[in-house]
């Protein structure tokens, strides 16, 4: 009789649905809550989060919304509250609008040679072959570099009596003026490409190698052409790491300020008179603290949007996925 009752409670138990089995000797199994998990562990990150964001994020908020310059420095807690006025000069008196356009495009026309650029370059490295080591390292040479060697290379190169002239004056092509005028822009962009697209091309490298060799070879015995290939097989394992490209590129070109700074000083050029460098100007040589404040959230707001479009478009539900399963 008793062997019965225990097969009975027995097929009872491993009838219970997973997570709803009864604790031995009559004690309730104390699982891990969203109460009992050790949130303190977060503690270091968030620290260092509140400090190098946080703190300067509402600092420069609330400067944005102060009369602060060289006059009421000594006293900025006790610097008028003047509202949204640094915001109005901003848009009405100042070059912020003409900046951001050359801000965006700059950092559009950037991103749109880079992807590709970099994509081309993974695909071409991918396979082994003789000599590949070496190809690899020599694309990686614009990477490796501090954006100040890079921007004072190319400066010294792009001077009026530069080796760029030089070489243009030797096969029968007038020099330009590089670094100032309507050319100076495209400089611009130009030494920005060289320089980021190495970036983009370890993007998708990585990439590449999670593609699986047996995939290559399926495709090869079903006698499939390049190109087909490359649009079947190996582009729908870059939609991640091009994504995040295109994001993370846009982002540094507009938040670039070493590669301009260096390259034409401050204050740039109006055709290069990029947003860092017009914040930079207001602030230290200006020393319109508030004012900047205010363009360095415009600025904020504008990065901000091609962060949302990203997180819309990989379908990153960020406020759903922490830990309310």
Do not use: C
């Not at 400090?51 to 900025?76: C, H, N």
């Not at 690899?136 to 921007?151: E, G, K």
């Not at 020099?175 to 091309?201: H, R």
Request: hydrophobic fraction near 50%; charged fraction near 15%; avoid cysteine.
């Amino acid at each position: 009789m008793s062997s019965e009752i225990a097969g009975d409670t027995l097929r009872d138990e491993l009838s219970r649905p997973a997570g709803q089995q009864k604790a031995p000797h009559g004690k309730k199994r104390k699982g891990v809550t969203e109460r009992d998990r050790p949130l303190w562990l977060l503690a270091p990150g968030g620290i260092l989060i509140t400090v190098i964001i946080l703190i300067p994020l509402v600092l420069a908020v609330y400067m944005s919304v102060i009369d602060l310059d060289q006059y009421t420095l000594r006293k900025w807690l006790a610097t008028p509250f003047i509202g949204i006025e640094n915001f109005v000069e901003a848009i009405t008196k100042t070059d912020l609008l003409r900046s951001i356009w050359i801000s965006v495009s700059f950092a559009v026309i950037s991103t749109v040679v880079t992807v590709p650029l970099g994509v081309a370059a993974a695909v071409v490295t991918q396979n082994p072959y003789r000599g590949r080591a070496v190809v690899r390292a020599v694309f990686l040479i614009p990477y490796v570099l501090p954006s100040f060697v890079v921007a004072t290379v190319w400066r010294t190169m792009l001077q009026p009596d530069g080796i760029v002239n030089g070489v243009l004056h030797n096969v029968g092509i007038d020099p330009g003026l590089w670094l100032n005028g309507p050319l100076s822009y495209w400089t611009l962009v130009f030494v920005e490409i060289w320089a980021a697209w190495p970036f983009v091309y370890l993007l998708a490298l990585a990439g590449l190698q999670s593609v699986d060799h047996e995939v290559h070879e399926a495709a090869a015995i079903d006698g499939a052409l390049w190109w087909r290939k490359l649009r079947e097989v190996i582009f729908p394992y870059l939609k991640g790491p091009v994504s995040l490209a295109f994001l993370l590129g846009t982002l540094n070109h507009i938040n670039n300020f070493t590669l301009p700074f260096v390259l034409f000083g401050a204050p740039a050029p109006a055709d290069v008179n990029v947003l860092p460098i017009l914040v930079y100007v207001t602030s230290f040589q200006s020393f319109r603290f508030g004012l900047s404040a205010a363009m360095a959230v415009v600025s904020l707001i504008l990065i901000a949007i091609p962060l949302f479009i990203y997180l819309r478009a990989v379908k990153l539900d960020v406020s759903d996925d922490g830990g309310k399963k």
